[in-house]
């Protein structure tokens, strides 16, 4: 039972759904170094210029650096960050004081 419950918290998945006026990606379970490529891929995988909203409901938990990148996709625009844990944002907010 354990073993399950890691290895679930482990994983990665994202999901592309098309919203009126956006691709929503929903993000669930673990993000971090070993696996951010697979979030780039997924955006790399966009148009140029479509509106992409990044929903993080799921994510169970990020790294300093997937905190940072979060921060970037979101302070250059056309990425929004929708139902993002509060522990992000406080860390993104940290992250200006740097």
Known sequence: MVRQLRSA??????????D????VLTISGRL?????????AALDAIPPGA???LD??????????VVRL???????G????????AYIRMWMAAEDTH
């Open 9 to 18: 918290l482990a994983m990665l998945r994202i999901q592309r759904a098309n």
């Open 51 to 53: 509106a992409v909203v």
């Open 32 to 40: 971090g170094a070993g696996n951010v490529s697979e979030l780039h």
């Open 78 to 85: 056309g990425i929004v960050l929708r139902h993002c844990p």
């Open 20 to 23: 009126r006026a956006a691709i």
């Open 70 to 76: 979060l921060k970037e996709y979101e302070e250059r």
């Open 56 to 65: 993080l409901a799921d994510l169970v938990l990020a790294d300093r650096d």
